[in-house]
C-alpha cells in the first residue's frame, strides 16, 4: 500500500476513533418510547419560548445556536416551538441549518390559529427548513375541533410523523382529558413540575392508559421555581441521583414519573444547556423518593 | 380563549426583558442620528405650543402626525414585530392616530379655546417629560446610553408628548381632545404593563 492510500484509510479510521471516544465519554441519556410507535427519544428536550425569540439581534441569534449545538453533542433530539413565539422558528431554522442538523432533530411544532392551519403550518415549516414536522401539536387547544382532523389528515398522508395537544399551567384539563380519551393523539404536553402537580390526578395516569407520550412544558416555572429553590442548599437526596444542581433535581423529577416522555426546558445559556441535559442521565428518583422531593420543596 | 381570566400579560410577552432593550439598542445604533433631528422637532413643538399663533396648531398636529407615523413603520412594523406578534396591531393603532391628528388637527380647527389652566398645565408637564425628560430615564434605570427612548422614536416618549401637547393645546374642542388622547393613554397603559411585567 502507497503511503498516500495508506493515510485515505487511515484519517478516517482516527476521525471515527474519535468520535467513538466522545460519544463513549459522553454519559448515557435516559430515553423514553413514544407510545404509539415504540420510538426512544431522549427524555430531556430544547424548548424556546421567550429564549429564542430574539428577532434580528446577530449576537443572540449566534448565542441560540450555540445552545442548540451543545444540545446536539450532548445527545439532545426533541426541539419544541410554536407560531406564537416571535422570531424563535426563524432562529432554530437558521440554527438547524448552520449545524447541519436537520437530520439529528425531533422538530415538534404547534398549529395556533382558528383561521387556515395549513398556511400556517407550510409558513413554520419553511422557517424551521425542515421537509416535514415530526410531530405538530393544537397549540392551547386552539380550534382543535378545526385543526385536530387537519393534523390527522397530514399524518395519514405521510406529512406528518406524530399528533399533539398542548396547555399549560394547569389551564382546561377537563378538555384535555375529553380530548385524550376521544381523540387519536400521539402526544399531550402540559405543565408539571415540583409544586404544579394536578396533571398526576388524572392527566399522566391516563396518558399511560390510552398510549399517549406526554411533554411537559414550564419545568421551572419560567424560572421563578428555580430563583426561588436557590436561595436554599441542595438537600441530602440531590447526591443519592447525582444532582449538583437544583435545575438538575426539578428535572430527574419531572422525568422520572413513568409517564412523562420529555421535558423541554427553555434557555438561551450555553451552561444551562449542559446542565439540563445532564440531568437525562445518572440515578433517577424512585417513587418514595419522588414524593420527599416534592414535601421537601413544598416546604421551602 | 376560555379561562381567559387566567391570562395574565406575561403570558402574551414572548419576548425577554434583555431582548426588548437590545432591539431599541440595535435600533438606536441604526437610526443614529436621527434622534437628534428628532429631538430637535419635539423642542420646536414646544415652542409652537408656547407661541399660540396662527396655523402654529396645525403646524403642531402635523409635526405629531409624522412623529406617529414613524414610531408605526421604523419601530413597531419593522423592529418590533420581530419579536411581538401583536406589533402590527399597534403599527396600525399608531397610523391611525396619524390620521386623526391630520383629520382634526391639520385639516380642522376649531375657533382657540383655552383649556382650563391645570389641565394645560398637566398638558405641559406631560409634554416637556416626554420630549426633553423620558430620554434621560435611562440613566436613572441604570441601563446603557444607547437604549435611551426619544420622541418621535420610540412609542412611550411619543405618546406622553402627544397627550401633554394635545391637553395643553389652544385650538381643540373637547370632544376633538378626548379623540386625540385615546390612543396616547392606551399606548402608555400598554407602556407601563410591559414594563411592569419586565419588573415581576
Sequence with gaps: ????????????????GALHAQNAARPQSLTRAIASSGEQIPVVGLGSWITFNVGNDRAARDQCIEVMRHFFEAGGRL??????????????????????????????????????????????????????FDLLQVHNLLAWEKQLPLLQAMKSAGK?????????????????????????????????????????ETLLPLARERGIAVLVNRPFREGALLRQLQRHPL?????EIECTSWAQAALKFIVSHPAVTCAIPATSSVAHVRENMAAAGGRMPDEALRQRMATDVRKL | ????????????????????WRLI?????????????????????????ADWRANGGRWMAGLLALAWLCVAWAF?????????????????AF??????????????????????????????????????????????????????EVFAVMPEPTALATLGLVLASHGLSPVRRWALAIIPVLSLLLGAATLWTFST
Design chain 1, 79 to 132: 426541539i419544541d416551538s410554536s407560531p406564537m413565539y416571535g422570531s424563535s422558528q426563524g432562529v432554530i431554522g437558521e440554527g438547524l441549518q448552520k449545524l447541519r442538523a436537520q437530520s439529528k432533530v425531533f422538530s415538534a411544532e404547534k398549529v395556533w390559529t382558528s383561521s387556515e392551519g395549513a398556511a400556517q403550518i407550510e409558513q413554520s415549516r419553511q422557517l424551521w427548513r425542515v421537509p416535514r
Design chain 2, 95 to 148: 397610523a391611525l392616530q396619524a390620521f386623526l391628528l391630520v383629520v382634526l388637527g391639520v385639516l380642522r380647527r376649531d375657533a382657540p379655546m383655552p383649556a382650563a389652566s391645570i389641565v394645560q398645565g398637566m398638558g405641559w408637564f406631560m409634554a416637556g417629560v416626554g420630549i426633553v425628560l423620558y430620554p434621560l430615564a435611562v440613566l436613572v434605570s441604570g441601563r446603557p446610553w444607547a437604549q435611551a
Design chain 2, 1 to 20: 380563549m376560555s379561562e381567559w381570566w387566567t391570562y395574565g400579560l406575561s403570558d402574551f410577552l414572548m419576548f425577554s426583558p434583555r431582548t426588548y
Design chain 1, 1 to 16: 500500500m502507497r503511503r498516500r492510500d495508506l493515510l485515505l484509510h487511515l484519517v478516517p479510521a482516527l476521525g471515527a
Design chain 2, 25 to 49: 439598542e440595535n435600533y438606536n445604533q441604526t437610526i443614529w442620528p436621527a434622534q437628534a433631528v428628532a429631538l430637535a422637532a419635539g423642542l420646536v413643538l414646544l415652542w409652537l405650543a
Design chain 1, 235 to 239: 438537600p441530602g437526596w440531590a447526591r
Design chain 1, 160 to 200: 406528518l410523523r406524530y399528533v399533539g395537544i398542548t396547555t399549560s399551567e394547569g389551564r382546561r384539563h377537563r378538555e384535555v382529558e375529553q380530548i385524550m380519551r376521544s381523540q387519536r393523539i400521539d402526544f399531550v404536553q402540559l405543565s408539571y413540575n415540583l409544586l404544579d402537580r394536578e396533571a398526576e
Design chain 2, 76 to 92: 413597531h412594523w419593522e423592529r418590533y414585530a420581530s419579536i411581538n406578534w401583536a406589533a402590527p396591531y399597534m403599527t396600525m
